[in-house]
Structures are given as structure tokens and as C-alpha cells.
């Protein structure tokens, strides 16, 4: 079996021992129940005196254990601030009242906010924002999720993570979130920051339709300086600009995983990739990914020389180019990707499956097993682009590069473009390599000995 060059540290298992499940303790403490039917004079400690008000919450002081049930929609201006911190034995938790729906929409600014709390939770609670639905600073042991979110200003984000220090911003769990018709990026984790930030899991995030207009780039999600990470399960369709973004800084590190995520429709605006990298020189594992259909930039794009990344059985289909490492790159391991263009896609014979600036890079990367296929009607054009020169063919590539067991076919997907598992007669099928970690596709079916080649197994 293949052995990738992490070591067993303690991060490497981090990685593939992650919870991909929202941290939500159970109840310990008291209940506490609101409600836009409610009155501010009552007590709020059953369903038949609930409170009425936001405000009245953020001024009461809560305890580790306690929850707090939130009934119909809270409108105006007034943000849900937490006002207390729980413990690791109790988590304070805000959520909708069970059996009723909830969402506080904020009409000038944000619709909840915690600063410099911890242990904490917000569970069901939708929304609609002036600015950000959820805005979490100096936060640590956070969980948002079961939530349906949408902010109204162009620049603005659904739900923003930042932090003042390195220490004070790091396991924070978003997931099972919706969002459409977004102007701005669904999630952002310090994004105006400089800090590094650890442990952050974003599990089954969906949005569509983020729109443009504003000054910044618009990305489904957007990820600046952060360790130990994991994106899975996850849908971004039609961006503004990228699906994923990550960025590092001078001094700082990104490590993580991404994982299972379908990724559509990337650059409406006019740039953006299925995964944009920039600079980043962690340890960083890219699997079984859906990655299609990017108008103008690659489906994992190096904005800036990034190193150490990990590229295995992703299916990456008409893109601008599969995918595409800057000068200098080196420490990639990129092994049984499906990478699919076609020229009716973006007419041109020079865009490629892969892409290397300088032809110097090949030997500081390894390749094998993938399929790397440019159709052009009935035909085909070469797959591969090394320098500025010409594609080559992969009998040309692979007598400059270390490439065994890569093939150039047809992947014979199921119906080109809209549903890209395999048919039964498939050349990629068994034809990968199995290589230590990566146990389930897309569809999370368990990986064999013989692997197929792409995020999809044949089943």
C-alpha cells in the first residue's frame, strides 16, 4: 500500500480521527424559553411564561447547563448577545424551541454575536442580517448549526469567525448550514485577522447563488491561517468568485482536510476556482471532491506557490485547468484523480488537465494513476501543460515525469456533465492505488484494495 509522507504524529491523527458531528452537550442545567408571544414580566422558565424580548436575554446571566428556547421570528435591531460562558461540563445553548421554528433577523446589524465566550452553543436558530447572521470573536468551544442564514449586505458574511490572539479563537464546529442568494461569503474564518487559528470543522455547508457586487472576492467559504481543519460533506454552487478559498500568511500555517464536498459553478464573476490556494505550505489533504464546471480558473488553483499538498481520487471536470501549481511548487502528491476537459466547455486546445508553470517543477512532484483526458468532440487534445509552450501528450509527459500507471481515457461518467459516477465499463475502475487514510468516496462508499479512479466508486 502507498504510504503517505505524513507521519503518525498527533496531528496526522487528528486528520482522520476528526468528529465530523456537532459538539452539543446534553442539558444539564435549567430551560429558559422566548417567545415573540411572550412578555418580559414573566419569569421565563416554562413554555407558558416565556419571555418576549432579545434584550431581556442578553441581560440575564446564564450558567453552565442552562438552554434557552427561542419560538417565532425576532425582528429589528437588536443583536442576541451572549452574555455568559459554559464549561466543559455544560455547554450553554441557545436553540429554536423543539417542535417550533426560530430565527432572529436583524435588520441594521448582526443577528447574534459572542465575544470572548466559551462553550456555547446555537442550535436551529435562522436568520436574515443587516451584516452577519453569526459573528464569533475570541470565541473557543463553539458550535453553530441546523441553521438557515442569509445577510443583506454586499461584503458581509452569514457567519464570521475572528479572533485577537492566537489563543483565544480555536474549536469552533459549523454545520448543517443553508444558504442562497447570499452578496457576500457564507463562511469566513479570519478573514480581517493576521492570527493563527486551530481546530475548526465545517460539516454539510450549503450555498448557493453568492452574489457579487461589493469590494471583496465572494467565496462560498474562506479560511485564513487555520490548523487543523476540516471541510467534509460539503455543496458550494455558482459563486461570485471561488467555493473554497484558503490563505496563509507570512510566519502562520494552514493544515487540514478537505474532504467529500461538491464544488459547481465556480467563477460566475470572472475568477475564482474550485479551490483556491494561496500560499500555503502546511500539511493539507485534498480527497474524493466533486470539482466542476469553473469558468475561469482551475479546479484547484495555486494562486500563489503553495507546497505539501495532498490531491487524491477527486474528480475534476471542464475547468479553466484541472489543476494548476505555481513556479517553485514542490511536495505535491497528486495520485488517482479522474481530470476531465472538454473543449466545448472553454474552446481552447491549450487549456490543460494539469498545469505546471515550469517544466523544473516535475521532479519536486509526484503523479501516478490518474486519468488525465481533454476531449475535443470525437477527438482529443493534449492533456498536459508544463510551461508556456504547447500541451504534450502523456506519452510525452511521462517521459519527463515520474507518472506510472496514469492513463488517458474516457471516463465513461454516467450522463457528461450532470451525473459523473462511472459506468460498468469504465477503464477507471480498479484502476487506482489505495493509499493510507483515504477509505470513503464522495458518496462515502468504503475504497478497496483496487480503488477506482475519481470521487466516485463504482457500485
Not at 128 to 152: F, H, M, S
Not at 179 to 195: E, H, K, M, R, Y
Request: proline letters at 3%; glycine letters at 10%; aromatic letters at 8%.
Amino acid at each position: 500500500m502507498e504510504q503517505r509522507y505524513l507521519t503518525k504524529s498527533a496531528l496526522d491523527n487528528f486528520y482522520y480521527s476528526l468528529p465530523i458531528v456537532p459538539v452539543i452537550a446534553d442539558s444539564v442545567g435549567r430551560s429558559f424559553y422566548v417567545s415573540t408571544s411572550g412578555s418580559d414580566a414573566s419569569n421565563g422558565r416554562s413554555v407558558d411564561t416565556p419571555w418576549l424580548s432579545i434584550a431581556k436575554v442578553n441581560a440575564q446571566s446564564f450558567l453552565p447547563g442552562d438552554t434557552i428556547n427561542f419560538k417565532g421570528a425576532f425582528t429589528g435591531t437588536t443583536s442576541l448577545i451572549v452574555p455568559s460562558s459554559g464549561n466543559a461540563s455544560g455547554f450553554i445553548t441557545f436553540r429554536k424551541w423543539p417542535g417550533n421554528t426560530a430565527s432572529i433577523d436583524n435588520t441594521a446589524g448582526y443577528g447574534m454575536r459572542a465575544s470572548g465566550k466559551h462553550h456555547i452553543v446555537f442550535n436551529g436558530l435562522d436568520g436574515t442580517a443587516g451584516t452577519r447572521n453569526y459573528y464569533l470573536y475570541d470565541c473557543t468551544y463553539a458550535t453553530i448549526t441546523n441553521a438557515t442564514v442569509k445577510a443583506a449586505v454586499a461584503d458581509e458574511g452569514c457567519i464570521v469567525v475572528e479572533a485577537s490572539l492566537a489563543t483565544t479563537s480555536h474549536h469552533i464546529t459549523i454545520s448543517n448550514i443553508t444558504s442562497d442568494a447570499q452578496p457576500g461569503w457564507t463562511i469566513s474564518i479570519g478573514s480581517g485577522i493576521t492570527v493563527q487559528q486551530d481546530s475548526i470543522i465545517m460539516d454539510n455547508i450549503n450555498c448557493t447563488n453568492i452574489a457579487g457586487g461589493g469590494a471583496v472576492q465572494h467565496h462560498g467559504i474562506y479560511l485564513k491561517n487555520c490548523t487543523n481543519f476540516r471541510i467534509a460533506r460539503s455543496t458550494v454552487t455558482n459563486p461570485y468568485h471561488g467555493a473554497i478559498k484558503l490563505v496563509q500568511t507570512a510566519g502562520k500555517t494552514v493544515s487540514g482536510r478537505i474532504s467529500q464536498n461538491k464544488l459547481t459553478g465556480y467563477g460566475v464573476g470572472g475568477s475564482g476556482a474550485g479551490l483556491s490556494l494561496d500560499a500555503i505550505t502546511g500539511q493539507l489533504i485534498i480527497d474524493n471532491n466533486h470539482i466542476a464546471d469553473g469558468l475561469y480558473n482551475a479546479g484547484i488553483y495555486s494562486l500563489s506557490r503553495s507546497d505539501n499538498i495532498e490531491v487524491y481520487n477527486n474528480t475534476i471536470a471542464r475547468n479553466y485547468y484541472g489543476i494548476e501549481l505555481l513556479t517553485g511548487s514542490t511536495g505535491w502528491k497528486i495520485k488517482n484523480n479522474n481530470i476531465m476537459q472538454d473543449n466545448a466547455w472553454l474552446a481552447s486546445s491549450y487549456r490543460s488537465c494539469i498545469k505546471l508553470a515550469a517544466e523544473a517543477d516535475i521532479a519536486n512532484n509526484t503523479f501516478s494513476n490518474n486519468n488525465y483526458r481533454h476531449k475535443n468532440g470525437a477527438g482529443v487534445h493534449a492533456p498536459i501543460r508544463r510551461d508556456a509552450g504547447d500541451p504534450i501528450t502523456l506519452a510525452a509527459w511521462q517521459a519527463l515525469a515520474t507518472d506510472p500507471n496514469s492513463i488517458s481515457v474516457d471516463p465513461l461518467f454516467t450522463t457528461a456533465y450532470t451525473n459523473l459516477h462511472l459506468q460498468s465499463g469504465s477503464t477507471l475502475r480498479s484502476a487506482g492505488t489505495p493509499i493510507s487514510g483515504i477509505e470513503n468516496d464522495k458518496d462515502n462508499t468504503a475504497l478497496d484494495a483496487t480503488p477506482d479512479i475519481g470521487c466516485y466508486q463504482y457500485v
